[in-house]
C-alpha cells in the first residue's frame, strides 16, 4: 500500500501502529470507497446514505462517493457493485425489501441469497396503519366493523405490488374477513396522496413516510405493523395488541456487498459502519426521519434474517397467488 512503499523501518512501525487503530481503512486501502444507491437522488434512502457516507469518510479517513444507481428493483446497483471488484471498495446502501420482497414479483438479475453479502443493518422503519382524515372510525375495530358491513365498497393502496405494502393488507383482509380490493401505486408519495383525499380509505405504509402527516393531522393511524410500539407513535397500538399478530412488517436500511468480497472484509466494513452510524449526528438525523437506531447484528445474523425473511415473503406469495409484475 502507498503508506508502506517508502517507508523507512521508523515509518514502518507507525504505519503497522496506524493500521491497528483504523483497521477498516486499512483494509479499503487508500481508494475512494464507492457507496452505491438503488435510489434517486432526494429520497429517503439517499438522504441516509449521505448521512452515513459524511460519518463514515471521517471514520475511516478516505472520501467515500455516493453513486445513485436507481432502477429495476435495484438490480441495477446491484449489478455495478457485483461487477467491480470484490475488494470490498464499492458497497450499497439498500433496504431490505430489495432483498426480501421485490425479487418475489420483477425478474432480477441476481440471486440475494447467495450474490450479495449483508453487511450491517444501521436503521429500521416499521409499517403502520393508516387512513383518510375523514374516515369516521377513529380505532381499528371500528375500522374492520364499518368495512366488514359493506363489501365490495372499500379498497386498500399499496405502494407497489409485491411488497410488505401489499401483503398486509392482503392478510388484513384474510383474518378480519374482509373482501378490500388491492390498489397499487409506484411508490409512497401517489398512494398516500390517494388516501389523504379520501380517494381509498386505507393503507400499510412506511413509518419514514407516513409519520409526519399522521402527526400533522393529514392521516390517522389504526396499528403499527409489529410486535412492539414505536417510539415515534407511541400512542399507537401495534396490530399484534388488536388481535392482528401475523402483521409484522419492517424494513431495514443498511449495506450489503458483493457475494465474492472476503468474510474478513464484510467484518471490517461492518465495524467501520456501525461505529460511523452510532455517531450522534447520524443517529440524530435517522430518529428525525422517523427511523428505529441501535440495531446491534452480526453479518451472519443479517444473513440469517435476510434468508429468513425471504423465505416468510415467498410464502405469503403463493398463499395468496401474487404474480410476477402483476
Known sequence: ???????????????????????????WGDKPVRLLVPAPAGGTMDVVARVVADQLAQEIGQTVVVDNKPGAGGAIAVQAMNAAPADGNTIMMT???????????????????????????????????????????????????LVRSQPGKFSFASYSTGTASHYAGMILNQKAGLDMQHVPFAGSPPALTQVMGGQIPIMFDGMATSKAMIVGGKLQAYGVAAKARSPHLPQVPTMAEQGYPDIDFSNWVGIIASGNVPAATVDQIHAA?????????????????????????????????????FERNAAIVKAFDIKLNQ
Not at 121 to 134: D, E, Q, T, Y
Open 95 to 145: 433496504a431490505s425489501n430489495i432483498l426480501t420482497e421485490i425479487p418475489h414479483v420483477m425478474k432480477t438479475s441476481f440471486d440475494p441469497l447467495k450474490d450479495v453479502k449483508p453487511v450491517v443493518a444501521i436503521a429500521r422503519a416499521s409499517m403502520v396503519l393508516v387512513g383518510a382524515p375523514n374516515l369516521a372510525p377513529k380505532d381499528l375495530k371500528s375500522l374492520v366493523e
Open 273 to 309: 459502519v456501525q461505529k460511523a452510524a452510532a455517531h450522534p449526528k447520524v443517529k440524530d438525523r435517522l430518529t428525525a426521519a422517523a427511523f428505529e437506531v441501535g440495531i446491534d447484528t452480526t453479518p451472519t445474523q443479517l444473513a440469517q434474517s435476510v434468508k429468513g425473511e
Open 1 to 27: 500500500m502507498r503508506i508502506l512503499s517508502t517507508a523507512t523501518p521508523h515509518k514502518m512501525i507507525c504505519a503497522a501502529a496506524l493500521s491497528l487503530a483504523l483497521p477498516a481503512a486499512w483494509a
